[in-house]
């Protein structure tokens, strides 16, 4: 079985992986960031991310933590 490791988590690694999967990638795939969590939409982080209260993170998310289960992709963070 053929695995594919994707270094980075932003817009364009998630993009990657999505595309891997809806063209029919059956093989494992894992996604590997160094920043902790989920991955964010970065370019609008602002003030409103700042006050945000602990754990509203997933409101900046770029998908659920679900996606990735549900595409059977190994997300690893914070390395």
Do not use: C, Y
Not at 20 to 47: C, W
């Amino acid at each position: 079985m053929m695995k594919v490791i994707v270094i980075g988590a932003g817009h364009a690694g998630v993009a990657f992986a999505d595309a891997m999967r809806r063209n029919g990638f059956a093989g494992e795939l894992t996604m590997i960031d160094r920043l902790a969590g989920l991955p964010l939409e970065r370019p609008p982080l602002s003030k409103a991310f700042l006050l945000a209260e602990d754990g509203e993170e997933s409101s900046f998310a770029l998908r659920a933590s679900g996606w990735f289960a549900d595409r059977q992709i190994t997300l690893v963070t914070g390395r």
